[in-house]
């Protein structure tokens, strides 16, 4: 029996500790392997929550993630799309998810999920460069994610989160300590992280260590002031 994880529009079933569940906006369509499962007249998306930064927080307690029906979000590194497609069916038919990613070769695959999905844009750019996209972005989205394991991560995510995030709008930030910096200890990273959110324009709501899912990662969820 799946279970609705605190109004998140995500569901769990409590004996298996790799997946969650989300109801599946292309019903009898898959794009990664999952398994499609159906149970009171719904069908659900399983999700490998190893494979996705998003998923691994919501396993771990996350309090919330501020993406929910009808929102806009702007999702940065989105890669081959795999966690975008679950943010796909959490904004629903009536939200929208703009893809970035900056490697033709992935954003290829990208344009494969889009082409299914109606409320999914890829789009080939650096999100170091807001300036590049900024035209293609409709209006102020509610949500930015971002996934892009850069040394200057922090900084790629608040530059976007000035451009782009509404007031009051959530911003979800997963951090690869290795690829800030492999010779200091990711706690100490983390630690770096938490001071410069908390001296900008955001207001850190809630923070996730993502082990045993995902080694060296952690989640920040902040909210625009």
Not at 112 to 123: K, L, Q, S, T, Y
Not at 137 to 155: E, L, M
Not at 189 to 212: A, G, H, T
Request: hydrophobic fraction near 40%; charge should be positive; charged fraction near 30%.
């Amino acid at each position: 029996m799946l279970e609705e994880i605190n109004k998140f529009n995500v569901f769990d079933e409590k004996k298996n500790r790799r997946l969650l569940y989300t109801k599946n906006l292309t019903p009898g369509k898959k794009f990664f392997g999952e398994e499609l499962v159906r149970e009171r007249g719904e069908e659900y998306r399983s999700w490998d929550v190893s494979r996705s930064k998003l998923g691994s927080a919501i396993k771990k307690g996350v309090s919330q993630i501020g993406i929910k029906d009808k929102d806009i979000v702007l999702y940065l590194g989105a890669a081959h799309g795999f966690t975008s497609s679950y943010v796909s069916d959490l904004v629903g038919s009536e939200g929208f998810v703009f893809c970035v990613d900056n490697t033709p070769r992935v954003v290829r695959d990208l344009v494969f999920v889009c082409e299914e999905r109606m409320n999914m844009a890829p789009i080939l750019a650096d999100a170091n460069h807001p300036e590049e996209y900024k035209d293609l972005i409709t209006k102020q989205v509610d949500v930015v994610f971002q996934d892009i394991a850069q040394r200057n991560q922090v900084g790629i995510f608040l530059k976007n989160c000035d451009a782009f995030l509404k007031k009051g709008g959530f911003g979800l930030l997963a951090v690869k300590a290795r690829s800030v910096d492999v010779a200091q200890k990711p706690h100490e990273i983390f630690k770096e992280v938490r001071r410069q959110l908390e001296q900008s324009s955001m207001v850190l709501v809630d923070y996730r260590d993502l082990e045993p899912f995902e080694r060296d990662h952690a989640m920040f969820v902040c909210k625009k002031k």
